[in-house]
């Protein structure tokens, strides 16, 4: 049974809701499918990304997939913003290991589609807009943060783009099991931001003018996180522009959607509640803590004869049943959670069961791989007993050629040397003597009388 307080704020929600009128053409999420069965594409929205598109679902758009890693992906409107005074509203949720990485960018940019496409903001030159960048900046566990550029900025020269924010909060995202609401609100007074129903950001100072796309990017790390986007609704206070019948239908279908939507998250909100422990700690005498059960407290048994009135039977007896109907609601919720914690643990053992899988696997490469390497030393050695054969083998025959050589050469020099010593031996004496005969003649031929004419 919903509580007063809990009808007053559906109410004032609906009635919030109804004061606004939807921008179909700049929407998508707020009915049971995102694109129209059997269409690939968003209607009035475009996607793009690196090295693959988005996966379109029938309720969400996976901007990133888990794996792999260094994933891009975006989705652009087609039409524009036109309006002065509007309401963005974003669903989105992350996933991811414990040390995954990535960022998820909201803009309101001109010509988004062409100028930013795919890139975040630390990869992104000049752009005019707004920036929305949603990551684990300087290792908190979450962090918006807004960026402006009138298209003067480079950003992708920025040697700190950090530093060009204008405004943070802090708040977690990721691995909640549920989506992240991000609304953002531009009103004649102020431009505000608020993350999860709690406020975030707000200025008076910033107004944006007509005529942006409104688009939504997303880029991975090594180790990634998965972004999915589950809605994009715009709502505007502007009703010459998108009224009529037809936006009335898409208008109630969305209003249906918000009252969805709160009352799911109503009932999650008491289910957490029904979870918590319901066993209380306080401390008695000495100061030693003692525990009280709920269960205990349970309606002590009475003697029948004490019963006398009906109304009093009646009494006892709806007391008893209720208190029944208690226990079994908590042996049902009890059933529940372990059933939940035995899901869990069931596809932890599945996983272990599967990494243990691929480590035998591994073994069995290992195997091979200490097979192949037998074999390998298996030929290295009979080829070093084939180099060690042929080794010797050529060593022999280089000695036999070498020794056989000069045994020759040796025999021919010996053949020859001594009639060559003798002849030039004969050449030196036969020369010796004609110059020595040549000596003679010419002293015999000075020494003789001169004739005179």
Not at 117 to 134: H, K, M, N, Q
Not at 177 to 204: H, M, N, Y
Not at 244 to 251: C, E, L, R, Y
């Amino acid at each position: 049974m919903r509580s007063p307080s809990s009808f007053a704020v559906l109410a004032a929600a609906l009635a919030q809701a109804h004061a606004q009128y939807l921008v179909n053409d700049l929407s998508f999420g707020y009915g049971p499918r995102i694109a129209p069965e059997g269409q690939p594409q968003i209607p009035n929205y475009g996607m793009q990304g690196r090295p693959g598109l988005p996966e379109l679902l029938s309720n969400k758009i996976i901007l990133t997939p888990v794996a792999p890693g260094n994933q891009r992906g975006a989705v652009w409107s087609s039409n524009q913003l036109n309006q002065q005074n509007w309401i963005a509203d974003v669903e989105f949720r992350a996933n991811g290991p414990e040390r995954g990485g990535g960022n998820l960018n909201i803009w309101l940019a001109r010509d988004g589609a062409h100028v930013i496409g795919t890139e975040s903001i630390y990869t992104v030159g000049r752009f005019d807009g707004l920036a929305l960048v949603i990551d684990q900046h300087s290792g908190s566990g979450g962090m918006l943060r807004g960026f402006l550029n009138d298209g003067t900025t480079d950003y992708r020269s920025q040697h700190n783009v950090d530093s060009l924010a204008f405004g943070q909060c802090s708040f977690g995202y990721r691995n909640l099991g549920r989506p992240t609401q991000i609304k953002i609100r531009q009103t004649d007074q102020k431009f505000s931001i608020e993350v999860a129903g709690r406020p975030c950001l707000e200025s008076d100072k910033i107004r944006l003018p007509p005529g942006y796309n409104v688009g939504i990017t997303a880029a991975s790390a090594d180790t990634p996180d998965s972004f999915e986007v589950f809605k994009l609704v715009v709502l505007t206070d502007d009703s010459h522009h998108y009224g009529g019948s037809d936006n009335t239908q898409h208008h109630d279908s969305y209003a249906s959607h918000q009252e969805n939507t709160h009352q799911q998250d109503q009932h999650y909100q008491q289910q957490q509640q029904q979870e918590e422990p319901k066993r209380k700690m306080n401390f008695g005498r000495g100061g030693q803590a003692k525990i009280e059960d709920p269960y205990d407290n349970v309606i002590p048994d009475q003697d029948a004869s004490t019963i006398s009135t009906q109304q009093a039977q009646f009494a006892d007896l709806h007391n008893r049943v209720q208190s029944i109907n208690h226990h079994l609601s908590s042996i049902f919720r009890t059933l529940g959670q372990n059933h939940g914690v035995g899901e869990q643990r069931h596809a932890e053992l599945s996983s272990m069961i599967n990494d243990v899988k691929n480590f035998l696997h591994r073994l069995d490469k290992l195997d091979v791989l200490e097979h192949r390497m037998g074999d390998v030393e298996r030929e290295l050695r009979s080829l070093r007993s084939e180099l060690s054969g042929k080794l010797r083998e050529s060593e022999n025959a280089i000695k036999y050629h070498v020794s056989d050589k000069h045994e020759a050469l040796h025999e021919h020099v010996k053949e020859h040397a001594g009639t060559g010593h003798t002849k030039l031996i004969l050449v030196i004496i036969l020369s010796q003597a004609v110059l020595a005969g040549a000596f003679y003649m010419y002293k015999k031929r000075k020494s003789s009388p001169k004739k005179y004419l």
